[in-house]
T-cell receptor, first 111, second 114 residues
């Protein structure tokens, strides 16, 4: 699986958009980008995933650059409950569909 | 709909004791996974089961065994617990209808080995 690079921490004011970047410069054509988050040692929670098109769901938006070497997770109106560690994962189809977690980005949403 | 259920939630063992961590999912998923998470680190895959009747090693399988009892249940066994196995253990499952389906995680088992 392609390696991902994320900033170790970010801060965001409540009500503002949180933009979390991820670099995956070695991504190959069949690898999906997944985002999960982990709130205070709970089990990881799936947020969103995409291959090459931008995606949006009720939780977030995922913007993937045209060359697919980086992506940004956008939480449009961050709340205190969005404080968590956010993991960007690039996964190859097949092979058990295993996920390789890095250390993620600790997002702190403040008043 | 409970999703992925792990038992127990907490456990303390002495070095050398054995223990089985239980995981069950009610989403009719084919694939199941066991991860461990040490402080300040991401999750690492121990074992996985792509479908009922199959199991495969992940990144850190040493000291563990698994059993895919049926489609719903996937257990993780420590035969002789060691302090290095003190960790939080997460179970996950995913459907295989569509290769890009995400994994769904349980709330974890916090295991301490003294």
């Amino acid at each position: 699986d392609a390696k991902t690079t994320q900033p170790p921490s970010m801060d965001c004011a409540e009500g503002r958009a949180a933009n979390l970047p991820c670099n995956h410069s070695t991504i190959s054509g069949n690898e999906y980008v997944y985002w999960y988050r982990q709130i205070h040692s709970q089990g990881p929670q799936y947020i969103i995933h995409g291959l090459k098109n931008n995606e949006t769901n009720e939780m977030a938006s995922l913007i993937i650059t045209e060359d697919r070497k980086s992506s940004t997770l956008i939480l449009p109106h961050a709340t205190l409950r969005d404080t968590a560690v956010y993991y960007c994962i690039v996964r190859v189809r097949g092979g058990g569909n295993k996920l390789t977690f890095g250390t993620g980005t600790q997002l702190k949403v403040e008043l | 709909n409970a999703g992925v259920t792990q038992t127990p939630k907490f456990q303390v063992l002495k070095t050398g004791q054995s223990m089985t961590l239980q995981c069950a999912q009610d989403m009719n998923h084919n694939s199941m996974y066991w991860y461990r998470q040490d402080p300040g680190m991401g999750l690492r895959l121990i074992y996985y089961s792509a479908s009922e009747g199959t199991t495969d090693k992940g990144e850190v399988p040493n000291g563990y065994n698994v059993s895919r009892l049926n489609k719903r249940e996937f257990s993780l066994r420590l035969e002789s617990a060691a302090p290095s196995q003190t960790s939080v253990y997460f179970c996950a499952s995913r459907p295989t209808s569509g290769n890009n389906q995400p994994q769904h995680f349980g709330d974890g088992t916090r295991l301490s080995i003294l």
